[in-house]
């Protein structure tokens, strides 16, 4: 079983290779915006879960070494992340501080485009899975125990209607760090 080093070495080949990068995710912060303490949580627990090799150290500084995209004036990001990410208590909560503080500044970036989804937003369709889109040839979906690399015309399309589904009720901007900004608050005061 490989451990998630390589899989953070073929991100980093995907979003070499892409220009316009969507993500959506339902339950975590995404990987690129997720500071280097969050990020070694989430491997963490996936290496114990799925009981694969434990190179967390590698994976994380690969992690970050990806993010280094978000700064190529020549890549555009744009993040759909439901209100439910930002409450899971899946680290401890100096660690989950200091990721909604990095979700805070990573709007306003050029390249990042985030919106969050809140709780009350009304929806035409509930996301039931994080999903992302490279360009218009490659959507990855990642389950409990597989990833799928989708590359045909019928789910590029569905795929993309859903995130512009997703996106009709996400907030941006001031709206979005507000919402951070409660989230926050309430757990700073738990």
Not at 92 to 119: C, E, F, N, T
Not at 130 to 143: A, K, N, P
Not at 162 to 187: F, P
Request: proline fraction near 5%; glycine fraction near 6%.
């Amino acid at each position: 079983m490989a451990g998630h080093r390589a899989r953070q070495e073929q991100g980093i080949a995907e979003t070499a290779a892409t220009r316009l990068t969507r993500g959506v995710e339902v339950v975590r912060v995404p990987g690129l915006l997720q500071t280097p303490e969050y990020a070694r949580n989430v491997f963490e627990q996936n290496a114990e879960f799925r009981q694969t090799p434990r190179d967390v150290d590698a994976a994380v500084r690969a992690r970050v070494r990806r993010q280094e995209a978000l700064h190529d004036p020549d890549k555009a990001f744009h993040f759909l992340l439901y209100e439910p990410a930002l409450h899971a208590r899946t680290c401890p909560v100096p660690v989950q501080l200091a990721q909604l503080d990095r979700l805070m500044g990573v709007i306003g970036l050029d390249s990042v485009r985030l919106g969050i989804v809140p709780l009350g937003a009304r929806l035409r369709r509930a996301p039931s899975h994080g999903f992302w889109i490279y360009d218009r040839r490659l959507v990855i979906v990642e389950t409990v125990n597989t990833e799928m690399w989708l590359e045909d015309e019928a789910s590029l399309r569905l795929y993309e209607r859903s995130w512009e589904w997703l996106e009709q009720s996400a907030v941006y901007g001031e709206q979005a760090q507000r919402l951070i900004g409660r989230v926050r608050a309430a757990l700073d005061a738990a």
